[in-house]
């Protein structure tokens, strides 16, 4: 999971985010917005296909 937080570093800075320009950290908090976004969009669907599945197979236990 680290890895996937460095990711979203902006590059090239130190881990001191306190170091951080406003812009980068502005770049960084969009970046951030978008990961969660996209993990919600993950969870939804996920759950699509659970309720799919209960409907087929009969309730969640």
Do not use: C
């Not at 800075?13 to 990961?35: F, G, H, S, T």
Request: glycine fraction near 4%; charged fraction near 35%.
């Amino acid at each position: 999971m680290d890895d996937e937080l460095d990711r979203l570093k902006p590059g090239g800075l130190p881990a001191d985010k306190q170091r951080w320009n406003i812009e980068d950290l502005q770049a960084y908090v969009a970046a951030m917005q978008a990961e969660i976004t996209h993990v919600e969009s993950l969870i939804a669907e996920k759950n699509k296909v659970k309720l799919a599945a209960i409907a087929l197979f009969g309730r969640d236990d």
